[in-house]
């Protein structure tokens, strides 16, 4: 079992930035794919990012160029940095791990998004 615990969200402005963490409790976080996404209400949950051990990132056609996937896998942490935030990118965000040797998925409790003036 994996334990991920997501932070970082808040109500931001317009055209602000936030900066989200997530901590994964296992001891072989380098075999996960890691990834960030979002669920808005009455909305299906979409693709945020994601990225492999070795640093390959995929985004959402919605973010890309706007949010930033990163990870750090000394620290067991993935990180999504997101800048010039928009109304619509108000949703929570979970994190997500994927296990590339099998088909376990595991996700965050989510963490708030909102950007509103």
């Known amino acids: 079992q994996v334990q991920l615990v997501e932070s970082g969200g808040g109500l931001v402005q317009p055209g602000g930035s936030l900066r989200l963490s997530c901590t994964a409790s296992?001891?072989?976080?380098?075999?996960?794919?890691m990834g960030w996404y979002r669920q808005a209400p009455g909305k299906q949950r979409e693709l945020v990012g994601t990225i492999t051990r070795s640093g390959s990132e995929n985004y959402g056609d919605s973010v890309k160029g706007r949010f930033t996937i990163s990870r750090d896998n000394a620290k067991n942490t993935v990180d999504l940095q997101m800048i010039s935030l928009k109304p619509e990118d108000s949703a929570i965000y979970y994190c997500?791990?994927?296990?590339?040797?099998?088909?376990?998925?595991?996700w965050g409790q989510g963490t708030q998004v909102t950007v509103s003036s």
């Open positions: 997500n791990a994927q296990y590339i040797y099998g088909r376990d998925v595991y």
């Open positions: 296992t001891s072989i976080f380098s075999q996960f794919v």
